[in-house]
């Protein structure tokens, strides 16, 4: 392999791997707001229990997604020296952001949120716990707009050799040096996908979290341990998820409208759709003939331009207006978003499945065949967001392609000049390694963490003496 298809394979793997933290460490955080502020306002020690055994998992998934995603920055400069120039005057401005607004204010009160429990009273607590979380999501705020600016590029305009370019015009190596320079901050924070596609990645994030928490808590169900701690944290969890399950509908419409105005290859390769014009086909699942331009499977007839366009005369762009070296590779793009739906419309279905178990009262009772099967295919289901959040991301970055920015510099141009294949070979099978080795520390130590369960607090004289006092109050 080349050292362009290694370079991406790496930052694939290392950016793929990351990722099964921050949306862990987002959801977990809105999960723990939602259980001290219950402990707040009924003084039941149940719920200070739930808040410090989660604690504890929060602070292991941090953690890892701090390790894992410090590697990545340094990528940009060892594998990707000509991209990290182009966009280093956008780029800059939004990893800044990123320190002052999310990671100052995590680490400021991730130390309270740890180990404050005995050091100060609950409601600095549960301040402390707001803030994490008010951190982990602008953290994804200020990713996705980087991310989302390379994707519709906005607020900014191309100088080659110091001199601005033509509108429209893209990055040709053999013109210079070349650079994005921004014109309006404010132009690319709310760049014409940004808001579109943080909403959808924060709602998948708190599925990761809500989903966590219901694994767990079925878990402890179905092996009649800690079953009152249990029955409680599977209900925070089924409320974060029903409500993210069918927000991820409503988010993940608008995203796929801007895919359609912004990127008409990207969403022609996410539907498979060849040929232009209204009466586009919505395809349920399938598998793309690129040899006879064709998608096979079942559709449903003018589903997609009734979805995009609001009318199924609505005209949609296929691929056979985009020429083929602009053309992402189809195949993939097709089938990670489709995994991406199907996996989707499973979590709704599994999130009012518990629900309506749960206004049966029938939740916390396995003796139940319903609840039982519910309870059994809850545990695996934590699988369910993770698999679906990678599937999106893998469909907006390989549906993206050729392109690194859109319109202005391709992926196989933004390569560092000096770097071997075999020196990307060499660290990719490093990363592989370390990075086996952290996820089998991780499962070993949450595993532990969930084999020891929560610590039993089950009368406030358990309580720390300063909760006892406000307890009282």
């Given at each position: 392999m080349n050292v362009e298809i290694l370079s991406r394979v790496q930052f694939a793997f290392t950016a793929a791997f990351h990722y099964l933290f921050p949306p862990l460490s987002i959801g977990l955080g809105m999960v723990l707001v939602m259980m001290e502020a219950t402990w707040l306002r009924t003084r039941d020690p149940v719920y200070h229990n739930m808040a410090r055994f989660w604690t504890k998992v929060f602070g292991l998934?941090?953690?890892?997604?701090?390790?894992?995603?410090?590697?990545?920055?340094?990528?940009?400069?060892t594998n990707w020296a000509t991209y990290s120039r182009f966009v280093g005057d956008i780029f800059g401005s939004a990893l800044a952001a990123?320190?002052?607004?999310?990671?100052?204010?995590?680490?400021?009160f991730l130390a309270i949120l740890l180990f404050g429990w005995d050091k100060v009273g609950p409601r600095m607590h549960f301040f402390a716990t707001c803030m994490v979380a008010l951190g982990a999501h602008f953290s994804a705020v200020w990713i996705i707009v980087a991310n989302s600016w390379q994707?519709?590029?906005?607020?900014?305009?191309?100088?080659?050799?110091?001199?601005?370019?033509?509108?429209?015009?893209?990055?040709?190596?053999?013109?210079?040096?070349?650079?994005?320079?921004?014109?309006?901050?404010?132009?690319?924070?709310?760049?014409?996908?940004?808001?579109?596609?943080?909403?959808h990645t924060l709602v998948g994030a708190w599925l990761a979290g809500a989903f966590l928490v219901i694994s767990v808590a079925a878990y402890y169900l179905l092996k009649r341990r800690h079953t009152a701690f249990a029955a409680s944290s599977i209900k925070f969890g089924l409320a974060l998820a029903v409500a993210a399950s069918l927000l991820a509908l409503v988010t993940g419409h608008h995203s796929a409208a801007g895919v359609a105005e912004n990127q008409p290859s990207k969403l022609a390769a996410m539907e498979g759709l060849w040929k232009s014009g209204p009466d586009?086909?919505?395809?349920?699942?399938?598998?793309?003939?690129?040899?006879?331009?064709?998608?096979?499977?079942?559709?449903?007839?003018?589903?997609?331009?009734?979805?995009v366009g609001?009318?199924?005369?609505?005209?949609?762009?296929?691929?056979?207006?985009?020429?083929?070296?602009?053309?992402?590779?189809?195949?993939?793009?097709?089938?990670?978003?489709?995994?991406?739906?199907?996996?989707?419309?499973?979590l709704i279905g599994m999130s009012m499945w518990g629900a309506w178990l749960w206004w049966r009262g029938k939740l916390d009772s396995p003796d139940t065949a319903s609840t039982r099967w519910f309870l059994r295919l809850a545990v695996p289901a934590v699988l369910l967001p993770q698999i679906a959040n990678q599937a999106g991301w893998f469909t907006a970055e390989i549906g993206r392609q050729p392109w690194i920015v859109w319109g202005y510099l391709k992926t196989s141009e933004g390569l560092s000049a000096v770097v071997r294949a075999e020196q990307v070979l060499t660290s990719l099978i490093g990363f592989g390694a370390?990075?086996?080795?952290?996820?089998?520390?991780?499962?070993?130590?949450?595993?532990?963490?969930?084999?020891?369960?929560?610590?039993?607090?089950?009368?406030?004289?358990?309580?720390?003496?300063?909760?006892?006092?406000q307890a009282r109050a």
């Open positions: 998934i941090f953690g890892l997604g701090v390790a894992t995603g410090i590697v990545l920055e340094f990528e940009f400069g990123e320190g002052i607004f999310a990671f100052f204010l995590e680490s400021g994707q519709t590029p906005a607020g900014s305009h191309l100088e080659i050799n110091g001199v601005a370019a033509a509108a429209g015009q893209a990055f040709d190596p053999a013109a210079g040096s070349a650079r994005m320079v921004i014109d309006d901050f404010w132009g690319v924070v709310f760049c014409p996908s940004s808001m579109d596609r943080l909403s586009a086909p919505l395809h349920v699942f399938g598998w793309v003939d690129s040899e006879n331009r064709r998608t096979v499977g079942p559709a449903i007839p003018g589903g997609l331009s009734l979805l609001g009318s199924a005369s609505h005209e949609v762009r296929g691929l056979d207006s985009i020429p083929e070296d602009l053309r992402p590779p189809i195949q993939a793009t097709f089938q990670f978003f489709h995994l991406m739906v199907a996996i989707g419309m499973a370390i990075y086996l080795l952290l996820f089998a520390l991780f499962l070993f130590l949450l595993n532990r963490k969930i084999q020891h369960g929560p610590e039993t607090i089950e009368e406030s004289h358990d309580l720390p003496e300063n909760w006892r006092k």
